[in-house]
């Protein structure tokens, strides 16, 4: 499968060979390079455009349970070679097979979910003032997409976008990250393979400073989906050259709160797994906990007990692995940073704290999963986005003083609260200032509901009805009518 998507686009229907600079694919793993991407210039740019810009028409012209049967037959071509696919995943991301699988398998779900979404673009008939006018709102595709991706869910937050549009009736072009290409390249073959018409999909490579930001200011595309830094959000907000729709899936630093009433050990397992699962990397991770004082010490005991046991290894040996490698040296760089500026204000180091020892590790983005202990606002690892495998964690003495320190933040994403107290939960679901809380359960996002933040987390919705309206225009039709002769 990477021989097959090497330095190639896809423009038109067609997987070409790239005609820009080449750049290295490597594995985090070893720092071996798998392969190279070729910086899209502005001819393919443009030729994409077009191809999307031309096949927009036809597409959105079709009756939507065609679409919904194409993107039916995409989830199975996909779910069909998700061993291969996950294995590449692994290959450029560094998460353990099983885990990339698990991925792959909900980028079908995905594709299932809004091929059926696609059949329910329902309108709306609006009263008047009189008898004889008629409103009609109705929902209409926006045009071409241009989807630009990040590198820690390299084939889910594709699908997101991807199959929201063209449930919707557009027409997309994506821009992968540079560090994990071969994903989003296999998801388009997956889309010729499926008999999805030729511009539908299309996929162009290289460095979102340059491809990202041609299709950012290209009058032809007509929506921009980003999932990344909120200060590349910002940033696109501000150069687009002409008024297009956006959605922005930004920064996150979520904060648990565990009360006094919770389950300890539940929110023990609920808090290893969503601070380190695929490294820290997500950008729904739990990058802070506040723990209720009469529970703290046992807490942050049970919570290093369980970072400790967690098994760290190249995740293509080894599939079954809780971690693999960082997926690159930036975001292992940031986490180091982070901890050297705890354990400098005056935190403990309960675990982790250091890259894993073997020979094994020594090429590879490797960092044990990180407790950090009586952490403060004063650092950066409480104040600031991580994007890694280290936790802070601090008490609290009241559900107030919990509320305004998770809130302390300039991010919206997600939040999440262990408590058994029905009176707690309520009171802490109503005033964590996020787009989604989970409350007993780690999983902020799931297909069918609406998946957003607030504040600089971002601005619109994926997931659910909303992530197909957010590439959907609304038309009110009104209409007045007479009585037809002969009426009476």
């Known amino acids: 499968m990477l021989n097959e998507l090497n330095g190639k686009v896809l423009i038109d229907g067609a997987l070409v060979k790239g005609k820009g600079p080449q750049s290295p694919v490597e594995n985090p793993a070893n720092g071996a390079q ?132 063209l449930a919707a009736g557009c027409t997309i072009i994506i821009k992968p990250a540079e560090i994990t290409p071969f994903t989003a390249l296999a998801i388009g073959q997956k889309c010729i393979d499926a008999g999805i018409p030729r511009g539908v999909v299309n996929v162009l490579t290289g460095p979102g400073s340059v491809v990202g930001q041609a299709l950012v200011e290209h009058p032809g595309v007509d929506k921009i989906a980003f999932t990344g830094s909120s200060k590349v959000g910002l940033h696109i907000q501000k150069s687009a050259t002409t008024v297009k729709r956006m959605a922005l899936e930004l920064g996150g630093n979520c904060p648990l709160v565990v009360t006094q009433t919770a389950d300890l050990d539940a929110a023990v397992k609920g808090a290893a797994r969503r601070s380190f699962r695929n490294c820290g990397q997500i950008c729904i991770a739990i990058n802070r906990i506040y723990v209720a004082r009469p529970v703290y010490d046992a807490f942050i005991t049970k919570l290093a007990e369980a970072a400790d046991a967690l098994t760290i290894d190249d995740g293509l040996s080894n599939p079954g692995a809780d971690m693999g490698p960082m997926a690159s040296a930036e975001p292992l760089a940031k986490t180091k940073e982070h901890l050297a500026d705890a354990v400098a204000k005056g935190a403990r180091v309960l675990a982790g704290g250091a890259a894993p020892v073997g020979d094994e590790y020594e090429n590879g983005h490797f960092f044990r999963p990180t407790v950090v202990a009586d952490c403060t606002h004063d650092m950066q690892i409480m104040t600031e986005e991580t994007f890694g495998p280290i936790v802070g964690v601090a008490p609290f ?39 989604n809380v989970a409350v007993n359960n780690v999983d902020a996002g799931i297909i069918n509901a609406p998946y957003g933040g607030r504040k600089q987390s971002g601005v619109g919705y994926e997931h659910g009805r909303e992530g197909m309206l957010e590439y959907m225009n609304f038309k009110h039709l009104r209409v007045r009518y007479d009585l037809p002769e002969g009426a009476g």
């Not at 991407?37 to 959105?60: C, D, H, L, N, Y």
């Not at 008047?128 to 045009?143: C, F, K, Q």
């Not at 408590?419 to 939960?425: G, N, Q, R, V, Y």
């Open 34 to 165: 798998i392969g190279a991407i070729a910086t899209a210039q502005p001819a393919e740019i443009e030729a994409a455009v077009s191809a999307a810009r031309a096949a927009f028409g036809p597409w959105a012209a079709l009756p939507a349970v065609t679409r919904a049967k194409h993107l039916h037959a995409l989830g199975d071509a996909i779910a069909q070679d998700a061993d291969p696919m996950a294995r590449l995943m692994t290959l450029e991301q560094g998460k353990p097979v099983n885990e990339a699988r698990g991925e792959i398998m909900k980028l079908a779900e995905t594709c299932h979910f809004y091929a059926e979404e696609a059949t329910r673009i329902h309108g709306e008939t609006i009263p008047n003032d009189t008898t004889d006018m008629e409103s009609t709102v109705l929902r209409e595709p926006i045009g071409v997409v241009g989807a630009i991706t990040p590198w820690n869910y390299p084939a889910e937050l594709v699908g997101w976008k991807l199959c929201g549009a």
């Open 397 to 435: 003495d009241t559900l107030s003083e919990a509320v305004t320190l998770a809130n302390d933040t300039p991010y919206g994403l997600a939040s999440y609260v262990y408590a058994k107290s029905a009176d707690e939960i309520r009171y802490l679901g109503q005033r964590l200032d996020y787009g």
